[in-house]
């Protein structure tokens, strides 16, 4: 039987063993691991259930947080992948609580890079999973990001799944480390960091009448319009490149007051770019609008030079494609001997971003050389030992 704990206005937080009643409506309520894991599990078949740590946290000395584990399958199916769930505090009725949105403290302790996407799950089915993650960079600390919860925002994973009925009493919320929009959570060897998940709620003091996005010459300029503003002191720009990485803050516009034009102009390269309006309140909430997209194609076929250049360890190298061809992406030594294929398919978008590792490689000098239906460029690489 499913378990239900009414949300309305109600959200349950485990705080040091007991649970108690808290209203997100006054408050945003946060899992902060004080002294425990919150009642998050990974289930008892799984040979790697994650582990209470009583400090190093965002804060740091004595700021606890919870670690989830991934063994790449290497045991066996069981703790393959990095999932984690809470059918306790996080389970109940989020459409009458209005909570449309999760923001969680992530850090990366492996050797992958992470996205971590957010599920409903309603055993033995999944339901719904976040289109959008929250990238966690090897080596870069613990980071913060917002997944949402509203509809526009998920994927159906069964095709037939009620979003309205999910939502009035959601069974489980699930953590899930994935690269794609898949409910099927990826094999990996690694391991997170998570703090302060905090449930966030609907708050519109603003009504947006309208928010577009177009592009001229390498400039986007995004334009919205308040029909009514109530408390307002201004909207925060958020920008996704590319389509599974998540929303960073690139700047603010302060508020005008009611029935208000706003314009909001970034330079940028060709590729692929979703917006999305932070409103925040005097009282300090803050409120997710829609998402707009928009694309700005690369004049030509190229690739850029990697980064950094030379490398020791990780690079990047972006991939631009004005067209739906497919590319090939390989490396080759100074003897003209391919010893590489980093990519071979049809790019995802305008601007497709690679990985290169590095530590694959002999030091030396080699060419990246990238192919699309005729067209040859190339670039330099210097591995450094």
């Known amino acids: 039987m499913r378990r239900s704990s009414l949300f309305s206005f109600i959200l349950f937080v485990l705080v040091v063993g007991p649970l108690v009643l808290a209203t997100p409506a006054s408050a945003q309520q946060k899992d902060f691991f004080g002294s425990n894991l919150n009642n998050w599990t990974t289930g008892v078949l799984n040979p790697n259930p994650p582990e209470f740590?009583?400090?190093?946290?965002?804060?740091?000395?004595?700021?606890?947080?919870?670690?989830?584990?991934?063994?790449?399958?290497?045991?066996g199916n069981q703790g393959k992948a990095i999932v984690v769930y809470n059918g306790s505090q996080w389970s109940g009725d989020y459409a009458t609580s209005g909570l449309t949105s999760v923001t969680l403290d992530l850090k990366n302790f492996g050797t992958t890079e992470l996205y971590i996407r957010l599920g409903f799950w309603d055993p033995p089915t999944p339901q719904f999973m976040s289109k959008d993650?929250?990238?966690?960079?090897?080596?870069?600390?613990?980071?913060?990001?917002?997944?949402?919860?509203l509809?526009?925002?998920?994927?159906?994973?069964?095709?037939?799944?009620?979003?309205a009925v999910i939502t009035a009493d959601v069974p489980e919320?699930?953590?899930?480390?994935?690269?794609?929009?898949?409910?099927?959570?990826?094999?990996?060897?690694?391991?997170?960091?998570?703090?302060?998940?905090?449930?966030?709620?609907?708050?519109?003091?603003v009504e947006l009448s309208s928010f577009e996005a177009t592009t001229s010459n390498g400039v986007v300029d995004?334009?919205?319009?308040?029909?009514?503003?109530?408390n307002n002191v201004g909207f925060e720009v958020l920008e996704r490149v590319g389509h599974d990485s998540s929303f960073e803050k690139v700047g603010f516009v302060g508020a005008k007051g009611s029935g208000s034009d706003?314009?909001?102009?970034?330079?940028?390269?060709?590729?692929?770019?979703?917006?999305?309006?932070?409103?925040?309140?005097?009282?300090?909430?803050?409120?997710?609008h829609s998402v707009v997209e928009v694309g700005l194609v690369p004049d030509a076929f190229a690739i850029d030079a990697p980064y950094p250049n030379p490398v020791s360890g990780f690079a990047t190298?972006?991939?631009?494609?004005?067209?739906?061809?497919?590319?090939?992406?390989?490396?080759?030594?100074?003897?003209?001997?391919?010893?590489?294929?980093?990519?071979?398919?049809?790019?995802?978008?305008?601007?497709?971003?690679?990985?290169?590792?590095?530590?694959?490689?002999?030091?030396?000098?080699?060419?990246?050389?990238?192919?699309?239906?005729?067209?040859?460029?190339?670039?330099t690489l210097t591995i450094a030992r």
């Open 151 to 163: 509809e526009a925002d998920l994927i159906d994973i069964t095709g037939s799944a009620n979003y």
């Open 222 to 230: 995004l334009k919205w319009q308040t029909a009514d503003e109530s």
């Open 133 to 149: 993650s929250i990238h966690v960079p090897v080596g870069a600390g613990w980071v913060s990001g917002t997944i949402s919860l």
């Open 53 to 75: 740590v009583p400090d190093g946290g965002p804060i740091g000395v004595e700021d606890g947080f919870m670690k989830a584990f991934g063994n790449g399958g290497v045991s």
């Open 262 to 288: 706003y314009v909001y102009s970034l330079t940028r390269r060709a590729g692929d770019y979703s917006y999305r309006l932070r409103q925040i309140d005097t009282d300090g909430r803050a409120t997710l």
């Open 317 to 379: 190298v972006d991939l631009l494609v004005p067209d739906a061809y497919n590319a090939r992406v390989s490396v080759y030594d100074l003897l003209g001997r391919e010893v590489d294929v980093l990519f071979d398919g049809t790019p995802s978008g305008l601007r497709t971003r690679i990985s290169l590792d590095a530590n694959n490689y002999a030091g030396g000098t080699y060419l990246l050389r990238a192919e699309s239906n005729g067209r040859v460029v190339s670039r």
């Open 173 to 205: 919320l699930r953590i899930i480390h994935n690269t794609t929009r898949t409910w099927s959570p990826e094999a990996i060897i690694g391991t997170l960091g998570v703090d302060n998940i905090t449930a966030n709620v609907t708050h519109l003091p």
